[in-house]
Each structure stands twice: as structure tokens, then as C-alpha cells.
């Protein structure tokens, strides 16, 4: 798919650097539900990142899943800078760099899901620990947007300033080499 404005929003971004999008953070999730499935994921967390994992805990008690609330269900990694690009990279790879339109919301931002670790390139198969899925949030962002999350003088992004999706679909399109699909493709099974 082709996006519109492409060629504009590229000479924007040469003319004016502070309007160029970057990746402020990569957030990578795995939900279990608790007990020792939650001790392999975050060991598969680390070995992916290279960063210990907080663990989330339940907001709500719901007896049919067997969850209390307060008790840890989930484990996240959040991935910044060098190492947050070259992760998505790689987790891109893994969904043969196809994404679609619906993964974006109004800000900007994408996420998409990994049905198994295993898919990402250079990871092996361990027993002890079996296979895991996982989420991955992105959030983009132009340079300035520190105004909305600051202390002292915290102020709103002005409207002409804030990131549009299909900005940040060229962005992605152009940094990572992403093919941006309206539906997914259809499969052919050969039996």
C-alpha cells in the first residue's frame, strides 16, 4: 500500500528536523496468568532483551481464570533508544515485516503480537522453557513532546505539532522496511 503524502512528509522532515518522528520506547509484554509459567517467561524476556523484566499484577479477582487480584500475571520489558530499535528490527523479521493499517492508533503509535518467541531470528528452542507469545508496543513520537510529561511547566502538544498515523506508518515504512497492508493476506494451504 501506498501512502498519499509520502513525498511530503519526507521533505518536511529534511527541512524541518524537529518534525522528524523517532521511537521514544518499545514495550514488550507476555501475559501468563501467574505461577511457573511467569518464571520462563521472564526468563525468555531477559535472554530476548537483555533487561530484567517488572512483573504486573492483576487489578481484579477472577475465579474462573484462577486469578487473585494483586498477584503477578504478566512480565514487561520496556526498551529505549540503541537497543529498542534493534529489538523491533527483529521482531519485525518475524512477521516477515508485514503490518497492518488497524495495528496503528490516532497518536501514532503501533503494536502488534508475536504468536511464538521462537519466530524471532537468532532465538533457540529451549524445552525447559517451551514457547511463549508476546505483545509489542511502539511508541513514536516527534522531538519536543517531553512538554506533556515533565514536571515543572507541563503544557499540552500543540494540535500542528502532534503525529498523524499516516505520518508514522512513511516513518516506519522508510526506517525498518515494513510493507503496510489494509487486510491481511490470504493463505494457500497446499495439501
Not at 101 to 111: P, V
Not at 171 to 180: D, H, L, Q
Given at each position: 500500500m501506498s501512502i498519499e503524502n509520502e513525498e511530503v512528509f519526507i521533505e518536511d522532515w529534511k527541512a524541518y528536523p524537529m518534525r522528524e518522528p523517532h521511537i521514544a520506547k518499545v514495550v514488550v509484554d507476555v501475559c501468563t496468568g501467574g505461577g511457573e509459567p511467569l518464571t520462563r517467561a521472564a526468563t525468555i524476556l531477559e535472554d530476548l532483551t537483555g533487561q530484567t523484566p517488572t512483573q504486573s499484577k492483576a487489578r481484579q479477582t477472577i475465579r474462573d481464570f484462577g486469578i487473585r487480584r494483586r498477584e503477578p500475571i504478566a512480565v514487561r520489558v520496556t526498551l529505549r533508544h540503541k537497543k529498542a530499535e534493534e529489538f523491533l528490527a527483529r521482531a519485525l523479521k518475524a512477521k516477515d515485516s508485514v503490518l497492518l493499517?488497524?495495528?496503528?492508533?490516532?497518536?501514532?503509535?503501533?503494536?502488534f503480537g508475536i504468536a511464538e518467541h521462537i519466530d524471532i531470528p537468532d532465538v533457540k528452542y529451549d524445552p525447559q522453557l517451551g514457547i511463549q507469545g508476546m505483545n509489542i508496543t511502539v511508541c513514536i513520537e516527534r522531538p519536543g513532546f517531553r512538554v506533556k510529561r515533565r514536571r515543572k511547566g507541563r503544557t499540552k502538544v500543540p494540535y500542528r505539532h502532534r503525529l498523524t498515523p499516516e505520518e508514522s506508518m512513511?516513518?516506519?515504512?522508510?526506517?525498518?522496511?515494513?510493507?503496510?497492508?489494509?487486510?491481511?493476506?490470504?493463505?494457500?494451504?497446499?495439501?
Open positions: 493499517i488497524k495495528n496503528w492508533d490516532l497518536d501514532g503509535n503501533f503494536a512513511v516513518f516506519v515504512k522508510n526506517k525498518f522496511g515494513v510493507e503496510i497492508l489494509e487486510k491481511e493476506r490470504e493463505r494457500t494451504y497446499l495439501f
